[in-house]
């Protein structure tokens, strides 16, 4: 199953080029009170959640996908995690390339020297918020990754059980500044992680170690691998997280990019499939631009 969070916070279906709105579906969550917990409570919920939807989605209105604002598909997760050059042919670009190693030592050793890192997940947007240029004097490039959605808490889990404790599959955009700085300060910009279009829940993919991924950038292609020529796959990536701290439902790990990663600048458009998941569109805006835009909705809506 699609499922997808769309204009004003509504929860959608997705089934072909329209969207089931089932919003009335998050009814079943319970209420949160403070202090919030520390799982999305959607995800955390997710079994209630989609039988509820499933249960209400042939009579709900069917919208045409195009022209929905699509969110990030987990509003509120605790951690994004990410794995830092889990591709082999993307460490051996990185190493050939002063542009990306910033004569930098820690940019150049292997995921199993460098651990993972956390992203801000305050930097998290969907395909329908787009990136904004924060930094324009500095590189900003496209990562292009397939992002496991954790949908029980996991603690010390081996590679062998990793899988049960997915809850979908979705395609992320690691967007990263370039330079000296740790991983963790250059990629947790706002808008800097782009979820999206939808999350595929994990029965739908049996084997994420083998789908292709690919990202366009105004119509040229960058980027194409396979999730099979991961260093860590999945179910690595899974048992080495939860070895050092508990996985909540909700939290996101970015499984790393392949080679081809390259500048993006305002008004480019990005396009980034993953097989079995989808395509997502997502443009890249300049600071004045995107605040030019906001005070325009915001008039509109005060309009109206
Ligand atoms: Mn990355």
């Not at 996908?65 to 995690?81: C, D, H």
């Not at 030592?105 to 240029?133: D, R, W």
């Not at 300049?286 to 809506?301: F, H, L, N, Q, W």
């Amino acid at each position: 199953m699609r499922l997808c969070r769309f204009d004003d916070n509504r929860l959608g279906i997705v089934d072909g080029e329209s969207v089931r709105d089932v919003t009335s579906a998050l009814d079943v969550l319970p209420h949160v009170r403070y202090p919030l917990p520390k799982h999305d409570p959607l995800i955390a919920n997710l079994p209630q959640v989609l039988a509820r939807a499933r249960a209400i989605a042939p009579s709900a209105p069917a919208l045409p996908l195009a022209g929905r604002r699509l969110l990030s598909p987990v509003a509120s997760p605790g951690k994004l995690i990410a794995a830092p050059v889990n591709y082999q042919t993307h460490l051996d670009e990185v190493r050939a390339d002063k542009a990306l190693h910033q004569n930098t030592v820690a940019h150049t050793v292997t995921i199993q020297t460098a651990g993972l890192f956390l992203k801000a997940s305050s930097s998290l947007v969907g395909p329908g918020e787009g990136v904004i240029i924060r930094k324009p004097d500095r590189r900003t490039d496209h990562e292009v990754e397939l992002c496991v959605v954790i949908g029980k808490t996991a603690s010390h889990v081996s590679k062998a059980e990793a899988l049960e404790y997915v809850a979908g599959y979705t395609i992320g955009l690691d967007i990263t500044i370039r330079g000296t700085e740790d991983r963790s300060f250059r990629k947790s910009v706002d808008t800097h992680s782009v979820l999206g279009p939808w999350l595929v829940t994990a029965d739908d993919i049996p084997n994420p170690g083998d789908l292709d991924l690919e990202i366009a950038v105004n119509g040229e292609q960058r980027q194409t691998s396979n999730t099979s020529r991961l260093i860590l796959g999945v179910p690595e990536l899974i048992e080495l997280a939860s070895s050092f701290y508990t996985l909540y439902p909700g939290d996101v790990i970015f499984t790393g990019t392949p080679e081809g990663v390259s500048p993006i600048e305002a008004g480019d458009e990005i396009v980034a499939t993953i097989e079995r998941i989808g395509t997502m569109r997502v443009r890249v805006r300049a600071a004045e631009d995107a605040a030019i835009a906001e005070a325009g909705v915001a008039a509109a809506s005060r309009m109206t």
